[in-house]
């Protein structure tokens, strides 16, 4: 299966969702080539919750693409997920059954989801990194300074993704309202793409 990952900005989030990704599918059992979307660039969240955008996206990719993902932050904002799901109504009516554009926004921000594999300090508690509003300024930012990781690629995001990657069970009980989320959806769908597959079989003999 060909993935298709768009961020809202691949030079900081491919760093996290790539690994991550792959090794979800990994877990489902699911053999699965996920790329993150570098052309054209996602300039932030507005373009990334674009429509328009999002189909010229989806033109130009579906001949190679069976899975879209849409992976934006939170960013505390309740009424996000209305939003997605409007996307992603208007876009699977595009793309028909064979194929399927999946939204999802991290709680609260991306960083969450590298923070959920590695080591962290003591004193941290977890239900406390959820909860906070801007988790990337107050947990991720030192956590990589405290590991020395500032000069590595992706400002560290990409040693904690794969490490969070690594960990991808402790990253996923601790993520239950994306990570989980997210799965539960992806493996629904693959498993209707497969029964239909096995109906069209059916039908042809």
């Not at 959820?130 to 300024?137: F, I, L, N, S």
Request: with cysteine; proline share 4%.
């Amino acid at each position: 299966m060909n993935v298709l990952v768009i961020p809202e900005d691949f030079r900081k989030d491919g760093f996290i969702l790539r690994p991550i990704l792959s090794a979800r599918f990994t877990k489902l059992g699911t053999p699965a080539i996920v790329e993150v979307l570098t052309d054209p660039l996602i300039g932030g969240l507005d373009q990334a919750l674009k429509r328009e955008v999002l189909e010229e996206i989806v033109a130009d990719n579906r001949w190679k693409v069976e899975l879209f993902i849409l992976c934006v932050d939170r960013d505390g904002e309740e009424g996000r997920r209305g939003v997605l799901d409007g996307l992603e109504r208007h876009l699977n009516t595009v793309l028909g059954a064979a194929r399927v554009l999946a939204a999802e926004n991290a709680w609260q921000e991306l960083e969450v989801w590298a923070l959920a594999g590695p080591k962290l300090p003591p004193e941290w508690r977890w239900a406390d990194i959820r909860r906070e509003r801007d988790p990337k300024e107050k947990y991720f930012d030192p956590l990589v300074a405290h590991r020395r990781l500032e000069g590595e690629a992706g400002g560290g995001r990409k040693r904690l993704g794969i490490e969070s990657a690594e960990n991808y069970r402790r990253l996923a009980s601790r993520c239950r309202e994306d990570i989980q989320v997210l799965e539960t959806r992806i493996r629904g769908w693959i498993d209707r793409r497969a029964l239909m597959s096995w109906s069209e079989a059916l039908a042809s003999l």
